[in-house]
């Protein structure tokens, strides 16, 4: 677990891994040369369904036949933005569970490697990482709440573009929210054949769902000064 700092504006790749997991309904199993597609996952994502732990504690435990496994997992966006596809996931290990159909079982899996590719790169993230890094608070309530914000306050929307650094509205076709998490939010803007992400980050990362629509007001606040005295804050 990291400190919260105003200085931390974006989560670490293992927070992404642990977010993603943690809100996903659905993943690609591919094992024995198979593919299947797993869905309706439970209130608890894959977090609950799959138990990761390290080779040594597999062993210790006589975990008995074990397949080796890779899971796939997409993060896409919940908005209509150009190229909807945030994040891929990819975890690898030896499970000791099947699955039936597209009911899994709870199963423990001993952990391989855990990759997440996205905008940023690809980069890898370690069982010790991925245990120690926090769930975000809005990773389940992300997608509700951007909808909500793009389909019935679709007017604040060019008010935080006003808050990017340097000014980006010529030639913009238009912005949308990207994503949303407890550092802060992306917003994508869209040009004529090209777009690009931009965050706003929160002056304080949330802790608890219920901090998120203050600091969001206090963002909106920021972005109304700065229209009133005619120029930008970062």
Known sequence: MRPYSA????????????SILYAARSMTVVSDGSRAEVHRLDDAGTTGRIHLHSPAEGALAGAGSRVPVRLEFTDIAPTAVRERL?????????????????????ACMEFGQAVVEDSDGRRFVTLDE?????????????????????????????????????????????????????????????????????????????????QAAPRIRALLATARRASHHGRLFA
């Open 86 to 106: 945030r994040a891929r996931v990819t975890l690898t290990g030896l499970l000791a569970a099947r699955y039936s159909g597209e009911s899994p079982r709870s």
């Open 130 to 210: 991925l245990q120690d890094a926090e769930r975000d608070p809005l990773a389940t309530s992300e997608a509700s709440m951007l909808t909500h914000l793009v389909d019935s306050h679709e007017e604040l929307v060019p008010l935080l573009v006003r808050l990017v650094r340097p000014q980006s509205a010529q030639g913009m076709v238009r912005a949308v929210p990207l994503a949303l998490d407890r550092y802060g939010v992306t917003l994508r803007l869209e040009y004529p054949g090209t777009h690009r992400d931009v965050r706003l980050p929160f002056a304080t990362p949330v802790s608890d769902i219920d």
């Open 7 to 18: 200085r931390v504006t974006r989560p670490t790749p293992a927070e992404r891994v642990q």
